[in-house]
């Protein structure tokens, strides 16, 4: 049975709902992008407040780069139970989450492509496209961590910000292709 040219419609990958909700839980765990704001007045930044914190100096027309919105809202805890480790299905089935402090309900709470009439008009074929990848993978390879026991390797915090965060190390994998 050779599927190497299977083409699915689109209606038949919205049907794939787990793939769906790993695609948002992936977002959701490692978008990572700054926002650079400009400086309009010299300025001190605490870096961590308290005592012991670093202070650091910011002239005027220099850059100092933040956290994006969707960073926060992707791992607030108050909105996310256990915000920090990967759960491939937490949005199975679940279409709006609610503050469990502020009571407000986000009925889309991924943010990595924007929202509203800022949303990035691609964000639906991404993830189409992401679905069609893993559906050939899965097709056409056998799949197997090559270190089940290694733990997470968590992110690289050095490459924060430029999109997506990597790996801290590698995660190796063993391919092979089927029969």
């Known amino acids: ?44 930044v605490d870096w961590g407040g308290g005592k012991t914190s670093k202070h650091k100096k910011k002239k005027k027309k220099k850059y100092l780069l933040k956290k994006s919105f969707a960073q926060i809202l992707h791992y607030d ?34 943010r990595s492509f924007g929202s509203g009439a800022h949303a990035c008009p691609g964000r639906r074929f991404i993830a189409y496209e992401f679905k069609a990848l893993m559906v050939h993978l899965f097709l056409r390879f056998d799949m197997r961590l090559v270190n ?13 910000g430029m999109g997506m965060s990597h790996p801290a190390k590698d995660v190796f994998v063993e391919l092979r292709r089927k029969e």
Do not use: C
Not at 2 to 22: F, G, P, T
């Open 1 to 44: 049975n050779d599927n190497s040219d299977m083409i699915l419609s689109m209606e038949q990958m919205d049907q794939l709902v787990k793939l769906h909700s790993v695609f948002q839980e992936t977002l959701r765990m490692y978008f990572s992008q700054f926002k650079p704001l400009m400086v309009k007045r010299d300025m001190v």
């Open 77 to 110: 805890a108050n909105l996310f139970e256990d915000p920090e480790t990967f759960v491939w299905d937490r949005f199975l089935g679940v279409h709006s989450f609610q503050n469990r402090v502020t009571g407000k309900k986000w009925v889309d709470p991924i």
């Open 148 to 160: 089940k026991e290694e733990e997470h390797p968590g992110r690289d915090l050095n490459m924060e």
